[in-house]
């Protein structure tokens, strides 16, 4: 048991971008699966949230710092996985990227 306990990630180091449809979110995701342009500068040219002047870096939270749907798309990242699809939250469509766990 102890094993697993200590396994567990908790805190997750991300970045985001954010958006407000469904169709703009995909077609950002689908030009970061193939290469077109990178998640930094993506997230600062497009990204509605003020951390993408940061490149779209949160920094480092704990559970229960974000809004669910987007807390359970970051802690089920491995460090540089990115969301396999944009996760919607009341604040708009997410494509999240892992940056680091610990």
Do not use: Y
């Amino acid at each position: 048991m102890f094993a697993i306990l200590s396994n567990m990630v908790s805190q997750v180091h991300a970045a985001h971008i954010l958006v407000k449809t469904q169709n703009e979110a995909q077609a950002i995701l689908n030009d970061l699966k193939t290469g077109k342009a990178t998640f930094q500068k993506i997230a600062q040219d497009k990204s509605e949230c003020p951390s993408g002047r940061r490149g779209g870096d949160l920094g480092w939270f704990t559970r229960g710092k974000m809004v669910r749907e987007f807390e359970n798309a970051a802690f089920d990242l491995k460090k540089g996985e990115m969301c396999p699809s944009p996760v919607r939250t009341q604040f708009g469509w997410h494509i999240i990227k892992c940056l680091e766990t610990k």
